[in-house]
């Protein structure tokens, strides 16, 4: 709930308690009025808890590129429609906002941008956009057998953090589709559908690690504040960013300072190698994961 929501709220309850303590010492006018006053700040409570959900700001603003199709991959199914499954499915998320498709043809058009789209192209139209991420995908395999029957799509998905340039969500999914009759293009749709909700699904429980640096001893061993507990493992990689007051621009700016890898891990803390450095870390730099596609296991699906 916003600060003012909450600031109100108290308010309505600490005078409902006064009216109540007055009941209670036998004040006959107050009694009288006092449960229809609750039940009118009841309501009031009820209206600015939803109002605060509704006018709450979404923590993510996506643009979805068309997928693209591996050599190989026989799909009836053009890009588009994968990514119009997954605009589909990701518009149920909690605090997600997904930028319309119309939003993304007609800035690609305003910059006369031909396909096919590089990272850095993407992180231009992603930031003109408003938008925090940006997610590609790609059918890596596709597949109808002879008979029209049956149907195997694979699909692999990355979000891309926008201000870092970075991959922090993603999963790989292999769906298989079985059809009574020869049917090619509805069974390949239901297997990609199969496989692009459920590729959504485990990137919406995917959780990203998150801390901050502790200490670096003597032999430039990075302490970290989280471990095995948080879901930190032996290789996992962390962006590194620090907040700090930008005198040119005379507002506080956050900066990459680089990247490290977990070395060692015990329950609540870690240790880690700074790998990637554009300046050294220190302690109090904020560190987030970063999803490593190579790592990410498939998932199987049958229909």
């Avoid at 007055?22 to 009694?31: N, R």
């Avoid at 962390?238 to 490290?260: A, C, P, W, Y």
Wanted: proline share 3%; aromatic share 4%; charged share 20%.
């Amino acid at each position: 709930m916003t600060e003012p929501a909450t600031q109100l709220r108290n308010s309505l309850r600490a005078y409902t308690i006064r009216l109540s303590h007055k009941s209670v010492c036998g004040d006959a006018s107050v009694l009288m009025l006092c449960r229809p006053i609750n039940a009118l700040f009841a309501c009031l409570l009820a209206l600015l808890a939803c109002a605060s959900t509704l006018l709450a700001e979404p923590e993510a603003r996506i643009v979805i590129t068309d997928f693209t199709l591996a050599n190989g991959a026989q799909s009836l199914l053009t890009g588009d429609i994968a990514a119009s499954l997954l605009e589909e499915r990701l518009s149920t998320w909690r605090h997600v906002e997904v930028v319309p498709r119309s939003q993304l043809l007609k800035e690609v058009a305003v910059r006369n941008i031909t396909p096919p789209i590089t990272p850095d192209t993407m992180v231009q139209l992603t930031k003109a956009l408003e938008a925090t991420h940006f997610i590609t995908g790609q059918m890596t395999y596709a597949k109808v057998w002879a008979d029209g029957r049956r149907a195997r799509v694979e699909v692999q998905i990355e979000m891309i953090d926008a201000s870092l340039s970075l991959p922090v969500n993603g999963a790989k999914v292999e769906a298989e589709a079985v059809a009574a009759e020869a049917a090619p293009l509805a069974v390949q749709m239901r297997a990609l559908h199969s496989a692009v909700w459920e590729a959504a699904r485990e990137m919406e429980q995917r959780t990203r690690i998150s801390g901050k640096i502790l200490a670096i001893t003597g032999f430039n061993e990075i302490i970290l504040d989280i471990g095995s507990q948080s879901g930190v493992r032996k290789g996992t990689r962390f962006v590194v960013t620090r907040r700090e007051f930008d005198k040119e621009l005379q507002q506080h700016t956050t900066s990459i300072v680089g990247e490290i890898r977990v070395t060692g891990v015990a329950l609540t803390d870690a240790t880690a190698v700074q790998t990637v450095r554009y300046r050294a870390v220190q302690p109090l730099d904020k560190i987030a994961s970063i999803f490593d596609m190579s790592a990410c296991k498939r998932t199987r699906i049958r229909e």
